[in-house]
C-alpha cells in the first residue's frame, strides 16, 4: 500500500514550526537542510539563504511530517486556506488529548475535541502556523 507523508509548505518558519510539532510529537528529525546547502544558493538574497529547504519529523507508525519554506524571489507565494488538513489517528483518547491540546496552543479551534455524533472523539482546528489539523480517536464500532 502507499503511504501518504503530508508535505507543507512556509513562508520563512518552517523550523520555527517544527521545532513546535517536535515539542507535541516527540522524537528527532531525521534532517534539515537549509537553502544555503542547495547548488546556486549563493543567487538567493541573504534573507532567503537560511530558509529551509527540507524538513523531517517521524510522527509515528512509519508516517513522517515534511516541510520547506517557499522562495519569494523565485516567484514563490504561499496562500494559507482550509483546503488542506493533517489527519492524525491517535491510539488512545488520552493520545488524542494529548496531541490536540499541544498542537492547538495559540491556534484556533474550529471543533472541540469530543465525541462526535458518528461515534469517535474527534475535533479540528488551525495551529498558530495556519495549519489544519483534525485529531480523532475512532470508535470499536468505526472503520477509517
Not at 515539542?23 to 549563493?42: C, I, Q, T
Not at 511530517?65 to 486556506?81: K, N, Q, R, W, Y
Not at 493533517?86 to 490536540?100: G, P, Q
Amino acid at each position: 500500500m502507499p503511504k501518504i507523508n503530508p508535505y507543507l509548505n512556509f513562508d520563512g518558519n518552517a523550523e520555527e514550526a517544527f521545532i513546535f510539532y517536535k515539542s507535541v510529537f516527540g522524537g528527532e528529525f531525521l534532517g534539515v537542510h537549509k537553502m544555503d546547502g542547495a547548488p546556486g544558493s549563493e543567487q538567493l538574497p541573504e534573507n532567503e539563504r537560511n530558509r529551509i529547504m527540507h524538513i523531517s519529523l517521524p510522527i509515528g507508525n512509519g508516517d513522517i511530517l515534511m516541510a520547506s519554506d517557499i522562495i519569494p524571489s523565485a516567484g514563490h507565494t504561499l496562500e494559507v486556506g482550509n483546503n488542506n488538513y493533517i489527519s492524525v489517528f491517535a491510539d488512545s483518547r488520552e493520545e488524542a488529548d494529548r496531541l490536540f491540546n499541544g498542537l492547538s496552543v495559540g491556534g484556533v479551534i474550529e471543533m472541540p475535541l469530543e465525541d462526535a455524533f458518528w461515534g469517535d472523539y474527534f475535533g479540528a482546528f488551525a495551529d498558530k502556523y495556519g495549519v489544519r489539523w483534525m485529531i480523532n480517536f475512532p470508535s470499536q464500532e468505526a472503520t477509517m
